[in-house]
């Protein structure tokens, strides 16, 4: 199992340029959250799919969208990039069979991204 | 709004030395407490969580303490390795509704040999 993979590993983007963010997992988890890394910050939730079919807004949405593609794909779309969203993005899963959020979150390997 | 607070936000031990990491948090609610370790340049992993329902929790080295009334958790790693360099994340997450899940600030862990 590769488990959580994300592409691209890093991107450089201009102001007002768009951009998706891609996250695959295969370990046939229910779950899919997206978060943003910044330093001193810690780790802050942007959307979450509990479920196939679902999405909802986390902590920080504004400026982002996302999409379920399907059971294994969540994809984090930026329309038009600015610098404050120039940080590390972190995709991750849990199996989706307990309360949502309680189960251990699985990550992916981060997208790095810098926008001008 | 929900908080959580994390200190220190650095810590360096030597070798086989004790380390203790606190975290706060403000929302009563908050029911489910992981700990992530992230390596630099690498992907956070749980390290040990705990519960609402349990006060201590340990797995060989490293363990986790919970107050409820004090809102306060820690993680404790003794006996410590330069392996156990890494930045250290603690979390409080909450099922209402949705769910919500606030993560720490991080304090970075230096194990000098």
């Known amino acids: 199992n590769a488990g959580v993979t994300q592409t691209p590993k890093f991107q450089v983007l201009k102001t007002g340029q768009s951009m998706t963010l891609q996250c695959a997992q295969d370990?046939?988890?229910?779950?899919m959250y997206w978060y943003r890394q910044d330093p001193g910050m810690g780790l802050r939730l942007i959307y979450y799919s509990a479920s196939e079919g679902t999405t909802d807004k986390g902590e920080v949405p504004n400026g982002y969208n996302v999409s379920r593609l399907n059971k294994r794909e969540f994809s984090l779309r930026l329309e038009s990039a600015a610098p404050s969203q120039t940080s590390v993005y972190f995709c991750a899963s849990t199996r989706g069979q307990g309360a949502l959020g309680q189960e251990t979150q699985y990550f992916g390997p981060g997208t790095r991204l810098l926008v001008l | 709004g929900e908080n959580v607070e994390q200190h220190p936000s650095t810590l360096s031990v030597q070798e086989g030395d004790s380390a203790v990491i606190k975290c706060t948090y403000s929302d009563s609610a908050s029911n489910y407490f992981p700990w992530y370790k992230q390596e630099l340049g690498k992907r956070p992993q749980l390290i040990i969580d705990i519960r609402s329902n349990v006060g201590e929790k340990k797995d060989q080295r490293i363990a986790v303490t919970l107050n409820k009334t004090a809102k306060h958790f820690s993680l404790h790693i003794t006996e410590t390795q330069p392996e156990d360099s890494a930045v250290y994340f603690c979390a409080a997450s909450i099922r209402t509704g949705g769910f919500k899940t606030i993560f720490g600030a991080g304090t970075r862990l230096f194990v000098k040999a």
């Open positions: 370990m046939n988890h229910n779950s």
